[in-house]
């Protein structure tokens, strides 16, 4: 499975984001759909995930901001990000699980007036 993220940027406090990531590949084999982070000087952590059903977890400090979704059929996964934060700032990585974790080359987001 290859990975393409996309849509990162430069976007001031409060605003809002978009991030897309297109799986190609053995596509209908994915299972978990995820994004991670990775900030300056900080470890990666993992920000939200959503199951082939459509269950989705989030990490508390995104939790009634960011909306993970994903397409099945396109094999995509989005990001939607509002009311970001300075803090928001980072590389976010999107993965997925088949039998093994796959992962994207990551998007920058930075959040800075």
């Known amino acids: 499975v290859q990975l393409q993220a996309s849509g990162g940027g430069l976007v001031q406090p409060g605003g809002s984001l978009r991030l897309s990531c297109a799986a190609s590949g053995s596509i209908f084999s994915i299972n978990v759909m995820a994004w991670y982070r990775q900030a300056p000087g900080k470890m990666r952590e993992w920000v939200a995930s959503?199951?082939?059903?459509?269950?989705?977890a989030y990490a508390d400090s995104v939790k009634g901001r960011f909306t993970i979704s994903r397409d099945n059929v396109e094999g995509a996964v989005y990001l939607q990000m509002g009311s970001l934060k300075p803090e928001d700032t980072a590389i976010y990585f999107c993965s997925v699980t088949t039998h093994t974790q796959y992962w994207g080359q990551g998007t920058l987001v930075t959040v800075s007036s």
């Open positions: 959503v199951s082939r059903s459509g269950s989705t």
